[in-house]
């Protein structure tokens, strides 16, 4: 299956959900004179999860684009909720160009710490990315820094062991900063491309997992100054508006530079990137669309649009 049939099928849950409550196969003009199916699509795109606030806008930038294919014009819409702020407000005023959200995934630095609650897919995307980047020639390094559950660790080894990755171990229980300072002072010594390092999505109440993290980043800060360049985020779309606001909560504490959104293959609220970029204002790197170790893509706005609705992409 190529990449794009991967995306194709992992969104299938929320294109059945969009196009099973909207009639899309219309025009625009028409869809405005017979307000039914307008409602119609702002249903869709709240089931969706794309949030209320932009639902209006889009329905507004429907108005705007004023005539052709109502898919067409939703589509357009759609890929413009997908950009930051800035660029959403320049493409507006210069029209849509066809350069739209194309996807820039290259770390800065060389250090990328990747953080979020248990459950939301941290490990497996670190893997995921781990082949991506090995894929494009680059070296890669693992620090299993999730020393509090014990099969943490070893879950992050297995995946070193597939892909021939090193890994950078503690003791369970251990200090997940010395593995971090630890981690991210041999990658220096050797030269390694990229540091992906795990962490810990929960702790016991005793420990304050945020000022954990701000730890981690401060001791990897010490053994390579300025690193780690990237604080990703992996949240899983599943949880919706939920795992929304527990990005909130991470991103005052220690600021993201990316997030990852896991797991849209399980849902049909995939509409939910679309107040991930909104109300976080960070870009989103990569969609996973599945548990294979290729079942990550880069994230493109435009690519991700066309593939919810099936539409054909150029080469
Ligand atoms: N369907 C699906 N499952 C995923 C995806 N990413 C991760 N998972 C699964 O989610 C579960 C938790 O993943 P894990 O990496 O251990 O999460 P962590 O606790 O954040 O490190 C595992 O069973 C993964 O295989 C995805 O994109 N799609
Ligand atoms: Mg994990």
């Given at each position: 299956m190529s990449w794009l049939d991967r995306l194709r099928a992992g969104l299938s849950k929320t294109r059945a959900q969009l196009s099973g409550t909207a009639?899309?196969?219309?025009?625009v003009q028409a869809a405005f004179t017979r307000m039914d199916t307008i409602e119609d699509l702002e249903y869709a795109l709240i089931a969706a999860d794309v949030g209320r606030a932009a639902t209006e806008e889009i329905i507004e930038d429907i108005r705007r684009i004023g005539g052709g294919n109502l898919q067409d014009a939703l589509m357009q819409a759609l890929t413009l909720q997908l950009e930051p702020d800035a660029r959403r407000a320049e493409f507006r005023k210069l029209g849509f160009s066809p350069d739209v959200g194309r996807g820039r995934v290259d770390p800065k630095g060389h250090v990328v710490m990747v953080i979020g609650v248990n459950g939301v897919g941290k490990t497996t995307t670190i893997a995921k990315l781990g082949q991506y980047y090995m894929e494009r020639g680059k070296s890669v390094m693992f620090a299993?820094?999730?020393?509090?559950?014990?099969?943490a660790g070893a879950q992050l080894g297995v995946w070193g062991d597939r892909l021939g990755v090193p890994v950078v171990q503690g003791p369970d229980g251990g200090d997940p900063a010395a593995v971090a300072f630890d981690a991210a002072s041999a990658r220096k010594a050797r030269g390694t491309d990229l540091l992906l390092i795990d962490t810990a999505g929960r702790l016991h109440n005793k420990h304050n997992l945020m000022e954990e993290l701000k730890k981690v980043q401060r001791v990897v800060d010490k053994a390579d100054p300025g690193e780690p360049a990237e604080v990703w985020l992996v949240l899983d779309a599943v949880t919706g508006q939920n795992g929304l606001q527990q990005a909130k909560k991470f991103h005052e504490s220690t600021p993201l530079t990316g997030v990852v959104v896991t797991k849209?293959?399980?849902?049909?609220?995939?509409?939910i990137l679309v107040p991930i970029v909104r109300e976080l204002g960070v870009p989103i790197k990569f969609i996973g669309?599945?548990?294979?170790?290729?079942?990550l893509q880069p994230f493109d706005s435009r690519d991700f649009v066309r593939a919810l609705f099936d539409v054909q992409l150029p080469q």
């Open positions: 009639d899309l196969e219309g025009d299993a820094g999730d020393t509090f559950r014990a099969a849209l293959d399980g849902t049909a609220k995939g509409g669309v599945g548990e294979q170790a290729g079942d």
